[in-house]
């Protein structure tokens, strides 16, 4: 299960990026990615949470929950100054990127520890 949530975020960090260009540009963003970036950090977080909630290993990855519910409110931010064709904050995105992939790191040291 655990697996599966790193294979979704890991499409997510790769879709994130691929927006955070638009950003750092000034432009608004593809809402197709948008939103496929939105469901794949969802799928993820929510396999995360299921895991921890129904595992019996020792490491039950509640920090990396954390982590990424972080970096998914900033997301639901992002997301709301999109969709009413708000710019987006370059260093909000950014703030975004970088907790997200701090995430994505910290979940990868800990599984293939």
């Known amino acids: 299960m655990v697996i599966a949530a790193i294979i979704l975020i890991a499409l997510a960090v790769f879709l994130g990026a691929y927006l955070l260009t638009y950003v750092l540009q000034g432009k ?3 809402k197709a990615i948008v939103f496929a970036h939105g469901t794949c950090a969802v799928l993820g977080i929510l396999l995360i949470l299921i895991y921890a ?5 020792h490491h039950k990855h509640w920090d990396s929950f954390v982590i990424f519910s972080i970096a998914a409110i900033v997301g639901i931010y992002l997301f709301s100054r999109d969709i009413r064709h708000k710019n987006v904050p370059k260093w909000v995105a950014i703030l975004h990127a970088s907790v997200g992939l701090f995430g994505f790191i910290w979940i990868l040291t ?3 520890h």
Not at 53 to 57: M, S
């Open 28 to 30: 608004h963003p593809p």
């Open 53 to 57: 909630l129904t595992t019996n290993e």
């Open 110 to 112: 800990h599984v293939l």
